[in-house]
């Protein structure tokens, strides 16, 4: 088991804190692992494991347990000689009404509350109405590039096909399990075909019941065939109008809500710098991992822009960033990444091959006045140097660094 510091060092902030701790992300991207860590933290801080109740509710074992009135009889009468209990409790969203033993629990019992869950949008409607204000959010993700290589030093064997780490993790994504085991590459995409099929299913056909599963497969394949590309519900539904298939834009806009909901897709939204305002239109998508979109639809040469994009903005989200993707007049940047005041302009592209090229990712960041960092992320081996206190790195060395 490979410590992830980040999110750890993020959790024993909130140790023994009245909040109730949510841990979110897509199925597969490590929040069991995580709860584990807690609980090893825990118990290195001198809390006894008969202090500790970790529960399952994927496990059959757990199954007796998953109506509210069942969960809280059973939890509440863990408490060991009136001491604090430790609740860690996995995949929540699986118990019916969950929220109101949990809210009951937080009320009765001097517990500390520990939750992970796959769709965003049910735990937040049930958390906002049962325990407003009494919790936080941590948002788990796949493996960054730099737990990649912690995973690969850990538990790789043999001799790897790519030229570079950064090539492996670039074609393979960042789910544990394919990091964890020696899988060769068709057998990896299989693996993450198989996560893609559990969360399209339960997390997103069956809790939004979804009649019309062929158009939610269609949008799919077209939100991964645009990666990188601004777009609207209505550019989707006229898309799909030219194929002979029919659809409205409301149609198109709930399922890229259940998509978002169970973590598949990322929506991030234009804004104006110079009007300094929210655009509600030509917003772009970003996968929860890049191996969903080489597992259904293959590799393509000329994906690897908008896949670089991908890459930068889960790795900023990761750092804890509000994203944005920024208009100035005609032309855009990629990313405004905003964090307690605090702002990063960057451009992502694959090479800087003309001149052109490099007046389209430097142009719009010598518009910026103002004296945040910028910076232009490519995979360049001959760097260009920098324009007016425009940084320009490679993406490895973006993902690496300490800078924001």
Not at 90 to 105: R, Y
Not at 181 to 207: F, G, H, M, P, W
Request: charged share 25%.
């Amino acid at each position: 088991m490979i410590n992830r510091p980040s999110y750890i060092e993020e959790l024993k902030k909130w140790i023994n804190k009245p909040q109730i701790k949510v841990i979110t992300g897509i199925r597969r991207a490590g929040k069991s692992t995580i709860l584990q860590l807690v609980k090893r933290e825990l118990q290195n801080s001198g809390v006894s494991a008969e202090q500790i109740k970790y529960l399952n509710f994927e496990s059959y074992i757990t199954e007796p347990y998953k109506t509210a009135p069942a969960l809280y009889q059973y939890l509440s009468s863990v408490a060991v000689d009136k001491k604090k209990i430790y609740l860690l409790l996995d995949e929540i969203q699986e118990v019916k009404e969950w929220e109101k033993a949990i809210s009951s629990l937080l009320v009765d019992c001097d517990a500390d509350i520990y939750l992970t869950g796959s769709n965003s949008h049910l735990l937040s409607s049930e958390l906002s109405t049962f325990l407003a204000g009494r919790y936080v959010e941590i948002p788990v993700f796949t493996l960054s590039f730099q737990e990649f290589l912690a995973f690969k030093e850990q538990y790789h064997t043999g001799v790897s096909k790519y030229t570079s780490p950064f090539m492996e993790y670039l074609r393979r994504g960042g789910f544990p399990v394919i990091h964890h085991y020696n899988y060769d590459e068709d057998s990896a995409y299989k693996v993450v075909q198989d996560i893609y099929a559990s969360v399209i299913l339960r997390d997103t056909i069956q809790r939004y019941k979804i009649r019309d599963v062929d158009l939610l497969d269609r949008l799919v394949r077209f939100v991964f065939d645009n990666i990188g590309n601004t777009f609207s519900g209505k550019s989707v539904a006229d898309f799909f109008k030219s194929q002979n298939r029919k659809t409205d834009v409301n149609t198109v806009y709930n399922y890229l809500h259940a998509l978002e909901g169970a973590f598949v897709v990322y929506r991030v939204s234009r804004y104006d710098i110079k009007g300094k305002q929210l655009l509600k239109t030509q917003e772009k998508y970003f996968v929860s991992d890049i191996s969903f979109v080489y597992a259904m639809m293959g590799f393509r040469d000329r994906m690897i822009s908008g896949v670089l994009e991908n890459l930068v903005y889960l790795e900023l989200r990761r750092r804890g960033y509000q994203l944005f993707i920024g208009k100035v007049d005609t032309r855009e940047i990629d990313f405004i990444a905003e964090k307690m005041g605090r702002k990063v302009y960057i451009q992502v592209a694959y090479r800087l091959e003309s001149e052109a090229t490099v007046e389209r990712e430097f142009g719009p960041l010598l518009d910026i006045k103002d004296h945040y960092p910028k910076y232009v992320v490519t995979m360049d081996d001959v760097w260009k140097d920098s324009i007016s206190g425009i940084q320009h790195l490679h993406i490895q060395d973006f993902l690496l660094s300490n800078f924001i």
